[in-house]
């Protein structure tokens, strides 16, 4: 069957969350990285344990919740001025460059996308960057409660677009997001923005390993869950191609 929608993820698919870093550096000088990081990761953390915790909360709250936790264990004492000033970069972040016009390549199939995000933020990220010229649909997973990977948030595709799962291609650099699509029915395009190779060349090349190197090594390498995505790509460029 052919592909009638194309549905990507947000948050490090289509937008860069490592934009993020400036804004920490700036509020708090000498730990922009390790904060970056660390709150990434505490994020997603956050958004699986309430989800097997039964107990959500939106992702406004998830993102706060893990940006006052990083601060709090790196020790770094803040106003209230910053912290919403860090936050608010969370309805900033970069596009990635080949986003816009990939999306625009992708025409005229549906083009939407499903996120962790509440419709607030969702909504206020894609306007603020254009794409709501592009979108067709903004799904955020707060209609089911719960988050990715949960096959009940991949269900939003079908009753949103009208679509069936072998009509879609997601899109997601997140390894995890990617297997849940995959263990759905969904058709899935990878994009393997960071080589193995690459992390053990950057492993070999420094004695002590970077917050970001940590990152990489832990959320941008294919998980061992026994679901493979259909297609690995490098760029978001590279979707006209295949779908």
Known sequence: MSINAVVFDAYGTLYDIQSVADVTEDAFPGYGEIITQVWRIKQLEYTWLRSLMQRYQD????????LAYTLRVLGLAYENETFERVIEKYLHLDLYPDAAETLAALKPRKLAILSNGDPDMLDALVRNSGLDALLDATISIDAKKVFKPSPQAYELIGEVLGTAPDEVLFVSSNPWDAAGAKSFGLKVAWIERV??????????????????????????QMDELGFAPDHR????SELPKIA
């Open 59 to 66: 992702f406004t709250v998830v993102t706060r919740d893990s």
């Open 233 to 236: 790509i490098r760029a978001l």
């Open 195 to 220: 080589t193995p190779e690459a992390m053990a060349l950057a492993c070999v090349e420094n004695e002590l390993v970077a917050p970001l190197t940590l990152f990489r090594a832990i959320r941008t």
